[in-house]
């Protein structure tokens, strides 16, 4: 059975540190996507992020990076120089291509950045 | 150009009503799905729609129910509702390949007294 796991319930930093949000994820599939969606206080669910489960290449977007390891089944996001806007809960989601385009989501991280 | 957008904003029903959700997608996009978020948790998926079709359901009961009209967008309809229901309600819209990224609206949020 599909399911994504992230274990961090909060975190909370100071601007300029670096903070990684982990996520584990479980698919019987060979084929899926990985995505990672911001959620600040007004609610809605900003996309970051999506990757294929055959493209293991990480990826850096200015002060967010990626890392996807199949072997540990995990797809991690870090955020460098933290800043007090990226305060929000961050949920790491799932999709298998035999399932169509139905979203499996992590319970989510709340990330506080204190100035 | 414009997002996804729903609407109402905010609602709120009492236990036993009726209750309808919009959604609009954004321009080009051909399919609605919706979700469903309790507080303090993820989204779960509700119902998928393509062409005016029910593509996928999660695991919600017949109470809840959905369509998607010509011009694509959608309402989410959920009927004799429970103090349960209450929820942030998104919508997502995509592209029509089944692998596309879905961009989500603001979601309504319905309180069941």
């Known amino acids: 059975a599909q399911k994504v796991t992230q274990a961090q319930t909060e975190i909370s930093v100071v601007e300029k540190e670096d903070v990684t949000l982990d996520c584990v994820y479980e698919t019987r599939d060979t084929t899926y996507y990985l995505f990672w969606y911001k959620q600040p206080p007004s609610g809605e669910l900003v996309f970051l992020i999506r990757r294929n489960s055959f493209d293991e290449q990480n990826e850096i977007s200015g002060r967010y990076s990626w890392n996807f390891q199949k072997s540990t089944s995990s797809f991690n996001f870090t955020i460098t120089a933290s800043q007090v806007v990226d305060s929000a809960v961050y949920f790491c989601a799932l999709s298998e291509y035999q399932a169509g385009t139905a979203l499996i989501f992590g319970k989510g991280t709340t990330l506080s950045v204190s100035s | 150009d414009a997002g996804v957008t729903q609407s109402p904003t905010h609602l709120i029903k009492t236990r036993g009503q009726h209750v309808t959700l919009r959604c609009s997608p954004i321009?080009?996009?051909?399919?609605v799905s919706w979700y469903q978020q309790v507080l303090g948790q993820g989204p779960q998926f509700i119902f998928q729609?393509?062409?005016?079709?029910?593509?996928g359901r999660g695991n919600f009961p017949d109470r809840f129910s959905a369509r998607q009209f010509p011009n694509y967008s959608s309402e989410l309809n959920v009927n004799a509702l429970l103090l349960g229901d209450s929820a942030l309600y998104l919508c997502?819209?995509?592209?029509?390949?089944?692998?596309?990224?879905?961009?989500f609206g603001p979601g309504t949020r319905l309180t069941v007294l």
């Open positions: 321009s080009g996009h051909k399919s």
């Open positions: 729609y393509y062409e005016k079709e029910e593509r």
């Open positions: 997502a819209s995509s592209l029509p390949i089944s692998t596309d990224t879905q961009y």
